[in-house]
């Protein structure tokens, strides 16, 4: 059984810092496969964050985030990590891994991990 669980949200002041952690297991992903973040405010649709090519690392962003959220993993321990600085209020969601085979195989969620700023 596959599991993406995520890790490392708080709640933090406006203009802090926390990095999220996504632990996948279960099964190795194929260099097909991109992991992502994304995130879910009360009363708004899930909305990509970022994401990363298991494979070549290659890197997106949302506008939203660019500059100031960085996205990185580790294939061999089967980790996605964001690191999210200089963070807003309106950044306050609940984020969620996500791990997509991009058609070439299953889409996976993790059970998101709340991030709340405060002003």
């Known amino acids: 059984q596959v599991q993406l669980v995520e890790s490392g949200g708080g709640l933090v002041q406006a203009g802090g810092s926390l990095r999220l952690s996504c632990a996948a297991s279960g099964r190795t992903f194929s260099s097909s496969y991109v992991m992502g973040w994304f995130r879910q405010a009360p009363g708004k649709e899930r909305e990509f964050v970022a994401s990363?090519?298991?494979?070549?690392?290659?890197?997106y962003y949302a506008d939203s985030v660019k500059g100031r959220f960085t996205i990185s993993r580790d294939s061999a321990k089967n980790t996605v990590w964001l690191q999210m600085n200089s963070l807003k209020p309106e950044d306050t969601a609940l984020y969620y891994c996500?791990?997509?085979?991009?058609?070439?195989?299953?889409?996976?969620w993790g059970q998101g991990t709340q991030v709340t700023v405060s002003s």
């Open positions: 990363i090519s298991w494979s070549g690392g290659s890197t």
């Open positions: 996500n791990a997509d085979g991009r058609g070439l195989g299953p889409i996976y």
